[in-house]
């Protein structure tokens, strides 16, 4: 079963908001809502293509493939593309908020600082956080200001609701992870760790030497197939299809946000010749490289 899309997702749920959707997944999307009628169905198991951090209020079971974790006060549930999961309620009374965000919304430069450490893009951390009535207020306040944020019209909206992500995650980070089950990280989740460890590594380095599927299962002591199958297994992606996609996030990072030009940005990314860089990121996004942001 491929991801789920954020499309999909608001028609799962059965929010009209796929008017203000912007399809294209190379462009940064961000959103905010209510947790209300739209969260009173289970759901099954299954990868998204999307982040997604939740303030649940509700009773209910968070389900993942190898345990269960139940709620039975205000916890903030993080999501990411790695990690299938399922929500099953417990009550029709569910309220909260939550905020989904596709891969382009995260700045490269944020995966190779501290905010990449955090259990947003981690494979097999816990991903539940309870909250006392303290946390749970401070949370919502956040929440409410993404909402009012999401409706303004100005120059800095877009940096002012990442800014308010951080916030809640670094919250997250100084709180204690959900133990209400044992959990063991296996070998597979481990080499899914790694390699998206080395694979945002790979793009905070002026030379980067790791470029294909073969050299990161060299460099993590693997079978490329073997490497293929757990990055399935676990993400819904090949190794080839991780390496693909977060090319092409960092390079519309350096066509929009820096002076270098088409040729600087191919050297920058590994690339041997221009052209083979023009010629792969048309062949994922449809457009040349020099007219991407036209």
């Not at 073969?214 to 073997?226: E, G």
């Not at 991780?242 to 820096?258: F, K, P, Q």
């Not at 050297?267 to 052209?275: A, Q, T």
Request: glycine content about 4%.
């Amino acid at each position: 079963m491929h991801p789920e899309s954020i499309a999909e997702f608001y028609q799962r749920i059965w929010l009209k908001e796929t008017t203000r959707l912007n399809h294209h997944e190379q462009r940064a999307y961000f959103n905010v809502f209510i947790r209300g009628a739209s969260c009173q169905q289970p759901s099954t198991i299954q990868h998204h293509n999307f982040y997604k951090i939740s303030l649940l209020i509700g009773k209910g079971f968070v389900h993942y493939p190898n345990r269960s974790i139940a709620i039975n006060r205000p916890a903030i549930l993080i999501s990411n593309p790695l990690i299938p999961y399922a929500w099953e309620p417990l009550t029709e009374e569910q309220t909260g908020y939550f905020c989904l965000f596709n891969e382009a919304f995260i700045r490269p430069e944020e995966r190779s600082h501290s905010f990449g450490q955090s259990p947003l893009f981690k494979v097999g951390d816990d991903k539940v956080f309870f909250l006392d009535e303290y946390h749970r207020a401070e949370i919502t306040e956040i929440f409410v200001k993404m909402l009012e944020e999401i409706a303004s019209n100005h120059q800095q909206k877009w940096a002012i609701l990442r800014a308010y992500t951080h916030l809640i995650m670094y919250k997250v980070m100084a709180m204690h992870p959900a133990t209400d089950y044992t959990t063991n990280t296996t070998n597979a989740e481990r080499i899914v760790a790694l390699f998206l460890t080395l694979l945002n590594q790979r793009f905070s380095l002026e030379e980067p030497s790791l470029k294909t599927a073969k050299d990161y299962a060299v460099q993590l002591s693997v079978h490329v197939n073997h490497l293929n199958r757990v990055l399935k297994q676990y993400t819904g992606k090949t190794t080839s299809m991780h390496i693909a996609e977060r090319t092409i996030i960092e390079a519309n990072s350096l066509l929009r946000n820096t002076p270098l030009t088409v040729n600087e940005v191919a050297y920058r990314l590994g690339f041997e010749y221009p052209s083979y860089f023009s010629r792969f990121y048309k062949k994922h996004t449809g457009k040349s490289p020099s007219n991407s942001f036209l």
